[in-house]
Every structure is written in C-alpha cells, then in structure tokens.
C-alpha cells in the first residue's frame, strides 16, 4: 500500500511504477537495429495470453521511482529512449517525456493504445490487442502499426486495425514468437500480395540480447 504522498506523485507523473531500464538493440518494428535506452514500466490489464513480460502487470509489484532518476540513467546511455510495459499509458507521461525531451533525447513509445495518449512522443508503435481496442487519440497520432499474428484470424484484424489509424502510420506483421515457424511463412506471403505491410521480426530474440 503507498502512502498518500507517493501516490499524490504517482497520480501526477512524478514517480512512475519502474520495472526495469536497460541498453539494447531495438528489435523490433520499424527502428529496428537502432541502439536504443529501453525503460519498462510496471502495470497493465489488457491481459495478452502470449505475453513474455506478464511480471510487468501488477504495477504493485514494482517501486515508484522518480522521473528524475529515471532521465538521469537514460541520459548516460543513448540518444533514444524507448517507453514500453505493462502498458505505460495507464499512467500519466507528460513529466517524464517533458524532462527527456529537456535532454535532447529522442523519445518512443510502445503501446497497446488502450488508454488516452499522454506526453510529448519523437515516434509511437501502436501495437493493437482484440480484448483492449486502441482509444482514437493513439490511433491518430500513432507513427507505426505492428499487429502480432498469432493466427490466420489475425490477418483480418489487422485489416481493420489498418483502417482506423491515421494514413500516415507505417504498417507492419509480426509472429508472435512461440507461432513464428507456423506464422512466418503465412506473413511472407500475405505481404508480397498485399505490399502497404511489412514483416517484423523479433530480432533480439534471435540475437539473444534483451
């Protein structure tokens, strides 16, 4: 239970539910291969059952930390900074996106869009799931579309997903990991018939890093 005053904080943005920060190679979507500061932050309730970071979602279980401290290690590491969950947008971004853009850092974001768009963003990958649609704002505003392929139905969700974002945003496919050799070679063959699509991989997964 937090006390008042840390959850006054929490409530504003000033401290944020950190569960883990790290130096990596993005694997991921369109910025992939690019060095990249990834802060992961703790809680979500979209409930993805392939998810590979459930310890993200009890945001209880992971301290509130500072902003300050937070821009403090990204700003040692890289010019690029990625945000990602849990779902970061059940938390107010405004401070935290305000003081990295201070520093001069490029500021991402990976979301499901299930909660209205908070903060200033240099780049959004809006990752749609069924059980938690994207709020208009993300989708407006989003740069990049990823939509994960678990099966065949997925095509047909991404279609419509396609059709609700802004005609701007970059689209892509990715298999979901435990159905890559299965997916995969469905992805290849829907891009090359339907070319506005781009595959995704998860490189880092077969790079091995995190």
């Given at each position: ?13 000033a401290?944020l ?5 790290f ?21 979500c ?5 392939w ?10 279980l ?21 945000v ?10 405004t ?17 499901s ?15 749609p ?51 890559k ?5 469905l992805?290849?063959?829907?891009v ?16 091995n890093?995190?």
């Amino acid at each position: 239970m937090l006390s008042k005053e840390i959850q006054l904080e929490v409530n504003k943005g000033a401290m944020l539910p950190l569960m883990e920060e790290f130096y990596t190679i993005q694997g991921e979507g369109f910025h992939t291969g690019t060095a990249a500061y990834f802060i992961r932050i703790g809680g979500c309730d979209v409930g993805c059952h392939w998810c590979d970071v459930k310890e993200s979602w009890n945001a209880a279980l992971h301290p509130p930390t500072s902003v300050d401290l937070i821009v403090e290690n990204a700003n040692n590491y890289a010019n690029t900074v990625v945000v990602t969950g849990g779902e970061p947008l059940m938390w107010d971004m405004t401070l935290l996106t305000q003081k990295l853009k201070e520093q001069n850092l490029k500021v991402h974001i990976e979301t499901s869009g299930a909660y209205p768009l908070s903060g200033t963003w240099d780049w959004i990958c809006l990752s749609p799931k069924k059980n938690k649609l994207p709020t208009e704002t993300v989708y407006d505003n989003a740069h990049e579309l990823k939509v994960i392929i678990f099966n065949k139905h997925d095509f047909i969700f991404a279609e419509e997903q396609a059709e609700k974002v802004n005609p701007k945003a970059i689209l892509f496919l990715q298999p979901e990991w435990s159905k890559k050799e299965e997916m995969t070679p469905l992805i290849v063959d829907y891009v090359m018939k339907n070319p506005k699509w781009r595959v995704s991989l998860q490189t880092h997964k077969y790079l091995n890093i995190p």
